[in-house]
């Protein structure tokens, strides 16, 4: 496993979830779909769910939000 999907996974680990934003603000990762699959081929079990928020315009924008399914924070 790359030390980058080594970081995505602690991080959701430690905080429940991650959206792309959080992986290139917090982890400096700007695939996190990338690793996402590479997880999933490690054999990690993560599922995704689509958020809607509003941006910084006011505009409404949709994004995923990533976690390993049958673990908590």
Do not use: H, W
């Not at 603000?25 to 689509?50: E, H, M, Q, V, W």
């Amino acid at each position: 496993m790359t030390k980058q999907c080594q970081r995505v996974l602690d991080y959701m680990r430690k905080n429940g979830s991650i959206t792309r934003r959080e992986s290139n603000i917090f982890l400096s990762c700007s695939n996190l779909p990338g690793r996402i699959y590479d997880l999933k081929a490690a054999g990690i079990n993560i599922a995704d769910r689509t958020e809607t928020s509003v941006n910084q315009f006011g505009e409404k924008c949709s994004f995923k939000r990533y976690y390993i399914m049958g673990e908590s924070a």
